[in-house]
């Protein structure tokens, strides 16, 4: 067996750890800025402002975390496997504070929101930089990262679509506070069992060569290459886009559609359509190259949803556009990884540096970022649209701004992920070819 081979053990482990790492997010993004405003009675521009501030805070963090993640010594469990078990412990903990935390308390329940959410800030990222460092360390075998990547993508959108979908039947209604309990309980026993046995079940093959770690300096040259940049931008649009329709989703589906349940049956209608782009996508990786495949991913899921603006209510309307977005979704997270892992190799080849920490640190900030600025829009629009958590009925400024943030607003931010991506991003599929063909030579007079 090729010492590259990544084993069936390895690959169920490391669907596990990637299912164990969704839901903390997941839940945030959808469902946090609706539990403060209707059972927490925070006000959603007060929320707004908390996510935000959070975001800024983050800017700085995330560097700093996979800077020191980088920095760990090697140990016989690993590099990357021990920070990983330590931050979820520590995530898991934190993600109750975040919910029970406002929940429980008499008075100050925005400061205690502010600590615990702040805290996510710093903790989570020891979890999803040594997460998202795994794939590059895993194998340099291109066709077993590819597989990687498709499976973690896979994954990544059918953990998301499975909570979209469990969600609403574990919670009942949005105002329902012993049903946010039952799922706040449900999912951090999820996360700690999933993450924590998937990490045991992983090998780290590509080790970095003695007296290669790069400085503080080296960082910023890091993070000013331009596949780093380009893929960090292009991605940090896509995701404000797509987590400010999740954090409307509920709302949608509260005061559009007046069934809250209708959301577990459209998420399993888009769970559906991932499969086929994931099953498609080696062959056309293949033959189209990961750029083109992720620019189509991005067109796909960006302007389709303005179809809904059509009719707000339509079922078969929303069936179809929900079919088509999640073909779109399944390219994009799938490939986004494998692109992230092309990247890491794009240092060595220009610094000859392992930067694993440093580059995935990029796609916590943007999760993060993401949640933060997903929540604060579509809070503070409906604040000034006049939303009343206490009201069955909400106004029709406020129904607007539903729809607004629901589908004109990510098709915004992800034409302009579009143009980002396709002008700067240079590892076309010949680049690409060029690059792993010398780092195989490289790796192979080393041995």
């Not at 077993?144 to 499975?162: C, H, M, P, Q």
């Not at 303005?306 to 490939?335: H, W």
């Not at 240092?347 to 990029?362: F, Y």
């Amino acid at each position: 067996m090729s010492k590259d081979k990544v084993t069936l053990k390895e690959k169920i482990s490391y669907v596990a750890v990637n299912l164990g790492n969704i839901p903390i997010t997941t839940l945030m993004s959808t469902y946090l800025l609706i539990f403060y405003t209707n059972i927490v009675g925070l006000d959603p521009a007060d929320c707004a402002t908390l996510f935000l501030i959070a975001r800024i805070v983050d800017a700085l963090n995330d560097p700093i975390v996979g800077f020191c993640i980088d920095h760990l010594p090697n140990t016989k469990y690993g590099h990357f496997r021990p920070p990983l078990v330590v931050g979820t412990i520590l995530c898991s903990l934190n993600f109750l504070l975040i919910w029970f935390g406002p929940l429980m308390a008499e008075g100050g329940k925005l400061v205690i929101a502010y600590i615990s959410y702040l805290l996510i800030g710093v903790l989570f990222p020891v979890m999803d930089i040594s997460l998202n460092s795994m794939l590059p360390v895993m194998t340099t075998d291109m066709n077993e990262r590819n597989s990687l990547s498709a499976i973690k993508g896979l994954f990544y959108t059918l953990g998301v679509l499975g909570i979209s979908t469990a969600a609403p039947m574990i919670l009942g209604d949005t105002s329902n506070q012993a049903g946010y309990v039952r799922l706040v309980l449900i999912v951090t026993a999820f996360v700690a069992v999933l993450s924590i046995g998937g990490t045991v079940g992983l090998k780290e093959r590509v080790k970095p060569q003695p007296g290669k770690r790069y400085g503080v300096k080296d960082l910023f040259k890091i993070m000013g290459q331009r596949p780093i940049w380009s893929t960090f931008l292009a991605s940090l649009l896509y995701m404000v886009g797509f987590t400010i329709m999740n954090t409307v989703n509920a709302y949608y589906y509260t005061y559009v559609m007046g069934n809250l349940q209708l959301f577990s049956v459209v998420s399993m209608v888009q769970t559906i359509a991932v499969f086929p782009s994931m099953f498609l996508l080696s062959a056309l990786i293949k033959r189209f190259g990961k750029k083109k495949l992720y620019l189509a991913g991005l067109g796909i899921f960006g302007i389709l949803p303005i179809m809904r603006m059509l009719d707000a209510t339509s079922i078969p309307l929303l069936m179809v556009v929900t079919l088509l977005i999640g073909f779109g979704q399944g390219l994009c997270m799938a490939l986004l990884y494998g692109i992230q892992a092309d990247n890491t190799d794009y240092i060595e080849v220009k610094t000859g540096q392992r930067a694993e920490g440093a580059v995935s640190s990029l796609s916590s900030f943007i999760t993060k970022f993401a949640m933060g600025v997903g929540g604060a829009i579509p809070g503070y629009l409906l604040a000034f649209a006049g939303f009343d958590a206490a009201a069955a009925t909400q106004p029709e400024a406020v129904i607007h701004v539903i729809m607004i943030c629901l589908a004109v607003i990510p098709a915004v931010f992800t034409f302009v992920a579009v143009i980002v991506f396709g002008r700067f991003y240079p590892l076309n599929k010949e680049k690409l070819e060029e690059q792993n063909q010398y780092l195989a030579e490289l790796r192979a007079k080393s041995e």
